[in-house]
């Protein structure tokens, strides 16, 4: 028997392409194609590993499962225990979807002479596969795959509610320039107390190598008012433009953040762009959406002018 090693391992990196897509517009991520392309062939160069007996220890449960969290790992990141769970679940329920409209296709067009007394034979008559399937396995899977299904579901109408929310934000500084996704908050009502400046909050992430390690450590530890003893030694290229805007946290105690006075800011929401140069960005520590649907909080009186 001749096996192309190389026409396996193509139709394998269609397939697995084919489900990471799918399972992509599902939950209605945004992804890159060359991420996906690179977790597919991930899965086709795992096929190739068949052909080799000594490694068939890698054909166990765990070492699959191992390698479909990879490949989600690779298509999509982690960006959260739950964004990544969501996925997850999201993968398989595709792969089982498919898996069990290959199997039902199959069995539609095979004759009578190819089942006998329950066992399957394949076309050569070298191979026979017998299946059985308990009927309270079935039941507990049927329950448990609509349970996941609803799951999933919930979670991508909970999406699709937020991203009517969901705008893109451009920062400008200088030469500096940042983009990412901002959820409009419509209860924020956090001013600068002395300029009545709105202040859109964002996350350190996406300030790259352009706010001081130390600075990022005191942030996150919610230590800000210690970094006005460090301003004025040069370590920051934007001290001009440092401000600190008081707010109550979730205790009611007063507490102070880090702002950055930028040039302008630029939101993109339904097709329409609002540019607003009298506004705040508010440095925060951690992560605002816990599945990374959006990386800022934007003032509603931006979206105003």
Known sequence: MIVYADIIFLVNVLIDGALLWTTAKARKLQFRWWRVICSACVGGGYVIFMFFPPLSFLFTFGVKFLLSV????????????????????????????????????????????????????????????????????????????????????????????????????????????ASCSGLIDTGNQLYDPLTRTPVMVMELSQWEDNIPHTWKRLIAESQVDQILSTVGDGEFQ?????????????????????????????????????????????????????DNAYQAIIHPSLLQG
């Open 70 to 177: 990879g490949m989600l790992l690779i298509a999509f990141g982690f960006g959260g225990l739950q964004y990544f769970l969501r996925n997850v679940g999201a993968f398989y329920i595709v792969n089982f979807a498919a898996a069990g409209s290959i199997l039902g296709v199959h069995y539609l067009w095979m004759s009578s002479s190819d089942v006998m007394n329950g066992i399957l034979f394949t076309q050569s008559g070298g191979v026979r596969h017998e299946l059985h399937i308990g009927l309270l396995f079935v039941f507990v899977m049927l329950l448990f795959a609509v349970w996941l299904y609803r799951r999933v579901h919930q979670s991508a109408e909970r999406q699709a509610d937020m991203a009517s929310y969901i705008a893109q934000v451009d920062v400008h500084i200088d030469a500096f320039a």
């Open 238 to 290: 934007w001290q001009d433009r440092l401000r600190l805007v008081p707010f109550r946290g979730v205790n009611r105690s007063t507490q102070f953040m880090l702002a950055i006075k930028p040039d302008r800011v630029i939101i993109t929401h339904n097709d329409k762009q609002y540019e607003a140069a009298k506004v705040l960005i508010g440095l925060d520590g951690g992560k605002l959406s816990s």
